[in-house]
C-alpha cells in the first residue's frame, strides 16, 4: 500500500487496474501494490479497506474493536510467532483485542507511555491465544512466549 507518493516505481511498469477514482493495483510477483492517489482522511475506513485486502484466510493473528490500529505479527528465523507490533492512528487511546495463531502462556506489553512490561491475562481456544491491550495509545509490541509466565518474570 503506498499511500499519497509521487515519482515512479518499479511495479509501475506492470498493468494498472483502476479499482476507483483514486486507486490503482499492479500485480507484483503473487501479489500486488495499491496506490492511493490522495491522503488518507479517515483512519478507521482506511483500517477497515485494509483489513478487507488482506482478508482473513491463513491468517496469523486478528483485531477486535481495533479499527484504526493496524498490527504486524514477527516470527522468528526457525520458529512460530514471537512478537506483534501494532500503532493506532486515532486520536485516543483504544482497548484492541488480540487473537493469534499459536499457544502462549507468556504474554507481555510494552509501550512507550507504560515502558517495557506488562503481563497480560491470555486465554486459549482452538490452536489460537486470545488477549486484551487495555489502552493502545500511539503503538505497542507484544512478546510471545511459550513458557509459564512466573518463569519468563525471572528472566527478565
Not at 476507483?20 to 499492479?26: A, G, I, P, R, W
Not at 493469534?100 to 482452538?126: D, M, W
Given at each position: 500500500?503506498?499511500?499519497?507518493?509521487?515519482?515512479?516505481?518499479?511495479?509501475?511498469?506492470q498493468g494498472a487496474?483502476?479499482?476507483?477514482?483514486?486507486?490503482?493495483?499492479?500485480?507484483?510477483?503473487?501479489?500486488?501494490?495499491?496506490?492511493?492517489?490522495?491522503?488518507?482522511?479517515?483512519?478507521?475506513?482506511?483500517?477497515?479497506?485494509?483489513?478487507?485486502?488482506?482478508?482473513?484466510?491463513?491468517?496469523?493473528?486478528?483485531?477486535?474493536?481495533?479499527?484504526?490500529?493496524?498490527?504486524?505479527?514477527?516470527?522468528?528465523?526457525?520458529?512460530?510467532?514471537?512478537?506483534?507490533?501494532?500503532?493506532?492512528?486515532?486520536?485516543?487511546?483504544?482497548?484492541?483485542?488480540?487473537?493469534?495463531?499459536?499457544?502462549?502462556?507468556?504474554?507481555?506489553?510494552?509501550?512507550?507511555?507504560?515502558?517495557?512490561?506488562?503481563?497480560?491475562?491470555?486465554?486459549?481456544?482452538?490452536?489460537?491465544?486470545?488477549?486484551?491491550?487495555?489502552?493502545?495509545?500511539?503503538?505497542?509490541?507484544?512478546?510471545?512466549?511459550?513458557?509459564?509466565?512466573?518463569?519468563?518474570?525471572?528472566?527478565?
Amino acid at each position: 500500500m503506498v499511500v499519497d507518493a509521487h515519482g515512479s516505481y518499479p511495479w509501475q511498469t506492470q498493468g494498472a487496474v483502476q479499482l476507483n477514482e483514486h486507486t490503482v493495483s499492479y500485480a507484483v510477483g503473487s501479489g500486488k501494490v495499491l496506490e492511493l492517489s490522495e491522503p488518507v482522511s479517515d483512519p478507521e475506513t482506511f483500517a477497515q479497506d485494509i483489513r478487507r485486502l488482506i482478508g482473513n484466510q491463513n491468517a496469523l493473528m486478528s483485531l477486535w474493536n481495533g479499527l484504526t490500529t493496524i498490527a504486524v505479527p514477527y516470527r522468528e528465523k526457525r520458529g512460530g510467532l514471537k512478537t506483534v507490533e501494532l500503532i493506532n492512528y486515532a486520536q485516543d487511546p483504544v482497548r484492541v483485542q488480540v487473537k493469534v495463531k499459536g499457544s502462549f502462556t507468556a504474554i507481555r506489553y510494552e509501550s512507550p507511555e507504560h515502558g517495557c512490561c506488562k503481563s497480560l491475562a491470555a486465554t486459549q481456544r482452538n490452536g489460537f491465544t486470545e488477549f486484551v491491550i487495555p489502552d493502545l495509545t500511539i503503538a505497542g509490541r507484544v512478546h510471545l512466549e511459550n513458557q509459564p509466565a512466573a518463569a519468563s518474570a525471572k528472566e527478565h
